[in-house]
């Protein structure tokens, strides 16, 4: 969800998938500076663009959307192609900060547990979707790509509602666009960023990001298994309709 990096600290280092999440954690993340660059940047910048998971923008037309499940939307399906299509390069983006070092990263840390994709899905098609990192109660969101209408759209939406569902405190955009201000992102100063992070994040890294103890950390399957009392009365378990989005995203937007 990046479109520049201010704030660069000029550094490169191996991109070890532990060294991201104790990057993350303070607050610090990898850019590159091209989708052939050899190494990536560490930035930190002095403003942060978060969306509330409370105050999300749903228009109308994007309800009316989501609730007549225009695309089928899925988690964790296809994070591999969602990274990719991240990446490719697109008429109105012609090249990207995801190298082949950060996407081998992220798709570790998807092994492990930690990074996390939505797709949307115009038939067979993919169409669109997101992917970030999970730890503690903050969600980064990475990337996010559209190939049709609305499709980043409705991935946001599905994010937020499944952030929501599972205990989540933090959505963490890095930069802010009009795309994401529309969504209800806004931005905020690093000094109270870090200490929403800090918050998110207390008693998940201690002795080390793998140490994650479930009590501490967010569900992101939360929203499947219809375990959350914000979920609409008489959600079952299962993968959840548009029209469970819906209402779970009305209740505060």
């Not at 899905?121 to 903050?138: M, N, S, T, V």
């Not at 952030?163 to 690093?190: K, N, Y």
Request: some cysteine.
């Amino acid at each position: 969800m990046r479109s520049g990096p201010p704030d660069v600290s000029a550094a490169f280092a191996p991109l070890d998938p532990q060294l991201v999440l104790g990057a993350y954690a303070i607050g610090v993340f990898p850019m590159a500076d091209a989708r052939d660059a050899d190494g990536v940047y560490w930035v930190e910048p002095k403003y942060r663009a978060i969306l509330p998971l409370d105050g999300f923008h749903l228009s109308h037309s994007l309800r009316k959307t989501i609730a007549a499940d225009r695309f089928r939307v899925t988690a964790n399906a296809a994070f591999e192609q969602v990274i990719a299509l991240c990446a490719e390069a697109a008429e109105d983006r012609p090249d990207t900060w995801i190298n082949p070092q950060i996407e081998r990263a992220s798709i570790e840390l998807h092994r492990l547990g930690f990074a996390h994709s939505i797709e949307v899905w115009d038939g067979e098609r993919l169409a669109g979707g997101l992917y970030g990192i999970a730890l503690g109660r903050a969600f980064f969101g990475e990337s996010m790509v559209s190939r049709a209408r609305d499709a980043s759209k409705v991935a946001m939406a599905w994010l937020v509602a499944r952030l929501r569902a599972g205990g989540f405190s933090l959505l963490d955009c890095q930069f802010m666009t009009d795309h994401l201000a529309s969504l209800g992102a806004v931005e905020i100063p690093r000094s109270t960023y870090v200490g929403l992070l800090s918050a998110a994040v207390e008693g998940v890294v201690g002795a080390g990001a793998s140490t994650a103890g479930a009590a501490s950390a967010g569900d992101f399957f939360a929203l499947d298994r219809g375990l959350s009392s914000s979920l609409p009365t008489g959600t079952e378990s299962g993968p959840p309709t548009g029209k469970v989005i819906a209402q779970l995203l009305v209740q505060t937007s």
